[in-house]
């Protein structure tokens, strides 16, 4: 099979034209081909598939093989796909997620698409349904205990689950040894995706991402939603106004309504190939 190789400010995904071919194990594949060191290398596969509700479905697996319900930076780059490689030259495109259906909104200079700006839909804080064990109608600024350390945290699910914290530049923790003990505590019963994030300014912000399934990524389209809500949300950034995101691998453009959140960045191809399934 043919496949693509494509990033979101590098959240970089495999991925696949399954239109009219599936694989058998997408799970095994996504686990053999995500190597950096022995395949092609990337943080997952995902599949571009027909839909029968939208103009088309996205399947992601992540690079430990667990399928993922949604993702901010591949479903961009599943825009583009669609547009610029199955021909659905629309301004405005559907795709069917695990999250439900979103929509996209396409930005295309001489046939090329530079940037999309997707309806991530509303954040979900209840903590039960994230899910998560903390108690109340919302987790915000709440105490969270690892490895004996407490820490505030605000957990917001963007259809998959976040643990957001605030502090200072998170480009000095050592993530690989913090990052799998947020993953998987306790209080996350599915596992969680952790944003350690750095106020630079009102309604500018910094991160890092450890993804579940995936550990750091360069970029976290979701987590990056959930940054800026969890930011609204404790007087960082301000409602209804651009929140600038700046993610290790670029930036993204976040703006929360209260009722809806609205991502915008780029997607982008790397190189193509062919692959033995």
Not at 35 to 60: N, P
Not at 99 to 109: N, R, Y
Not at 233 to 245: C, H, P, S
Request: include cysteine.
């Amino acid at each position: 099979m043919k496949f693509y190789k494509m990033h979101g400010i590098g959240n970089d995904y495999i991925y696949f034209d399954c239109f009219d071919m599936m694989p058998e194990d997408p799970s095994s594949l996504a686990v053999k081909l995500s190597d950096r060191h022995f395949s092609v290398g990337g943080d997952g596969v995902i599949l571009v598939c027909k839909s029968d509700v939208a103009d088309g479905r996205m399947r992601m697996f992540n690079a430990d093989g667990s399928e993922g319900k949604m993702c901010g930076n591949g479903i961009r780059c599943v825009g583009k796909f669609l547009y610029e490689i199955k021909g659905i030259k629309k301004d405005t495109l559907t795709v069917e997620t695990l999250s439900g259906i979103k929509t996209l909104q396409m930005h295309a200079k001489d046939g090329e698409v530079v940037s999309v700006t997707v309806d991530m839909g509303a954040p979900e804080l209840v903590p039960a349904r994230i899910p998560s064990k903390f108690e109340g109608e919302r987790a915000v600024n709440v105490p969270m205990t690892v490895e004996g350390k407490e820490y505030r945290v605000t957990a917001v699910s963007m259809g998959n689950p976040h643990c957001v914290l605030f502090g200072g530049d998170p480009y000095k923790l050592d993530l690989e040894k913090i990052g799998p003990s947020f993953e998987h505590h306790a209080l996350f019963p599915e596992g969680v995706n952790t944003e350690f994030v750095e106020v630079l300014a009102h309604n500018e912000l910094k991160m890092r991402v450890w993804e579940r399934g995936s550990g750091e990524t360069w970029a976290c389209g979701t987590g990056a939603c959930a940054v800026a809500v969890a930011a609204v949300l404790n007087g960082y950034a301000d409602e209804g106004k651009e929140v600038l995101v700046h993610l290790r691998g670029g930036d993204l453009t976040i703006v929360y309504t209260g009722e809806t959140v609205f991502m915008t960045g780029p997607a982008a191809f790397s190189f193509t190939g062919d692959v033995e399934i």
